[in-house]
């Protein structure tokens, strides 16, 4: 298959523990909270976060998530690298964050939110085997689904829907949800919002 030379060739793969360390960094040099409270606020062990910001570690989509909240900034704030005028992500590439869960889960972000935005845009992919169950997010946060492939039970904990490619959902990110693979090779692309 041919490069379009149109398209700046792909980017190398960015080390998502340099891009955690750099983010959270930044983003608690900007609230001006310690260590500790921080590491309070997300309910993580302060060792923990002293290791993802020197780089060290394995961070998961929860912890990520946590420390997201408790620094009041979007999840983005904490993998993106920096931005450019075009960004090209292809198949395969970009940040990827595993879930701590589920193991079978990765969320890759597509697009960070602009200044003054709040949303994020993900490519997600599951597995069969432990479903993604996620707590609450921020309040007025929202979650949209778009099912590209495979099939899942995905939406509230408490009342899923299943999902087959072409399907979109939309529902309360501020509530617990579930993502649970049904078919192997499933994707999706996830666009999380908060009012």
């Known amino acids: 298959m041919d490069e379009d030379p149109t398209l ?4 190398p793969q960015p080390d998502i523990r340099t891009l955690v360390a750099t983010g959270l960094r ?11 409270e921080v590491a309070r606020r997300a309910g993580v062990a302060k060792s923990t976060l002293s290791a993802l910001e020197q780089a060290q570690g394995n961070p998961g989509v929860e912890t990520l998530w946590a420390l997201s909240d408790a620094l ?31 193991t ?7 697009a960070a939110c602009p200044p003054g935005a709040r949303r994020d845009v993900y490519l997600v992919t599951v597995e069969p085997g432990t479903p993604r169950r996620s707590a609450p997010h921020a309040a007025g946060t929202q979650e949209h689904v778009v099912l590209s492939s495979g099939r899942a039970l995905v939406g509230p904990s408490d009342s899923p829907v299943e999902l087959a490619p072409g399907d979109y959902l ?26």
């Open 8 to 11: 700046p060739p792909p980017s």
């Open 26 to 36: 930044a983003a608690r040099a900007r609230s001006g909270l310690s260590l500790s």
């Open 72 to 102: 009041g900034v979007p999840f983005s704030a904490l993998v993106d690298p920096p931005p450019s005028p075009v960004r090209l992500i292809r198949a395969g590439e970009g940040p990827r964050v595993p879930s701590g869960d589920a």
């Open 104 to 110: 079978s889960y990765t969320a890759t972000l597509l």
């Open 170 to 195: 939309a529902y309360p990110g501020d509530e617990a949800h579930v993502f649970d693979a049904l078919e192997a090779g499933t994707t999706a692309v996830l666009l999380s919002e908060r009012g």
